[in-house]
């Protein structure tokens, strides 16, 4: 039986967690492998800053640096800013899969410009920077969303009539006002919205959390992982000090 952990980049209920988990549900996975979810102790309200970039890197380093330890054989983040996984690939030897990075790279795949759906506009900077990375940013048709504040904890619940033809009313002029053939949707916490809009869109939607799971599958059945050559171990690891940091904002009354 392989194990892999995906880590929910904010602290939540297992309410909420649950909400996350439904992902699974979008994707047909093998015999033979588990998914584990674990919200993480360190983090932002949101990502809308370089000084929440920060915290939310510390955050999913921190829930994720054990992994291998405790018996996992992969690791998915379980958000499209790939948070913290540059770090994680540095210390562990297992495959640590990011949302957003594999979510573009299939997308090219499928079609050759994309455009990414997003909730707001204050997650443009995210996407930038993993467009930037990749080397990707002339295959970006546009950044689109209807701007509406998203909710990291309940997600859409509730709100579905609102966010679901707003979502396609903005996908609709990434397609014909700006040539995307592909739409990635910008968050995982959108994930709701994928089946709606796989229905009504002309061109294939990619859901990135679910893709994510798909990769992660892949590579163990590949034995494959990430080069420890682009990732190279630290020289003074210092996992000490993250492992303490994360006990301290849980003992936080």
């Known amino acids: 039986m392989h194990k892999v952990l995906v880590i929910v980049p904010f602290p939540m209920s297992d309410e909420?967690?649950?909400?996350?988990?439904?992902?699974?549900?979008?994707?047909?996975?093998?015999?033979?492998?588990?998914?584990?979810?674990?919200?993480?102790?360190?983090?932002?309200?949101?990502?809308?800053?370089?000084?929440?970039?920060?915290?939310?890197?510390?955050?999913?380093?921190?829930?994720?640096?054990?992994?291998?330890?405790?018996?996992?054989?992969?690791?998915?983040?379980?958000?499209?800013?790939?948070?913290?996984?540059?770090?994680l690939r540095s210390v562990?030897?297992?495959?640590?899969?990011g949302a957003g990075r594999h979510a573009m790279l299939a997308a090219q795949m499928l079609g050759d410009r994309f455009s990414i759906l997003s909730m707001w506009s204050r997650w443009d900077p995210l996407y930038k920077k993993t467009l930037a990375d990749l080397g990707l940013s002339h295959?970006?048709?546009?950044?689109?969303?209807?701007?509406?504040?998203?909710?990291?904890?309940?997600l859409?619940?509730?709100?579905?009539?609102?966010?679901?033809?707003?979502?396609?009313?903005?996908?609709?002029q990434c397609i014909?006002?700006?040539?995307?053939?592909?739409?990635?949707?910008?968050?995982?916490t959108m994930?709701?919205?994928?089946?709606?809009?796989?229905?009504?869109?002309?061109?294939?939607?990619?859901?990135?959390?679910?893709?994510?799971y798909r990769l992660a599958e892949t590579a163990l059945r590949l034995n494959l992982t990430h080069s420890k050559t682009a990732y190279p171990a630290p020289l003074a690891p210092r996992l000490d000090m993250f492992h303490a940091m994360g006990e301290h904002i849980a003992a936080r009354p």
């Open 92 to 97: 562990l030897t297992i495959p640590v899969i």
């Open 191 to 212: 994930h709701e919205t994928h089946a709606y809009l796989a229905e009504k869109l002309p061109v294939p939607v990619i859901n990135p959390g679910p893709l994510s």
């Open 176 to 188: 014909e006002e700006d040539g995307a053939d592909v739409i990635i949707l910008g968050s995982t």
């Open 139 to 154: 295959k970006c048709a546009s950044m689109r969303s209807p701007e509406m504040e998203p909710n990291n904890q309940k």
């Open 16 to 87: 909420n967690l649950s909400k996350r988990q439904e992902q699974l549900k979008a994707v047909k996975l093998g015999p033979g492998i588990q998914f584990d979810f674990k919200a993480v102790r360190i983090a932002p309200v949101n990502y809308v800053s370089q000084q929440d970039a920060l915290l939310a890197d510390v955050g999913i380093l921190e829930a994720g640096l054990s992994a291998q330890e405790q018996g996992y054989d992969a690791v998915c983040i379980d958000t499209v800013s790939d948070s913290g996984m540059a770090a």
């Open 156 to 172: 859409l619940k509730g709100r579905e009539d609102t966010v679901f033809p707003a979502l396609h009313r903005v996908a609709m």
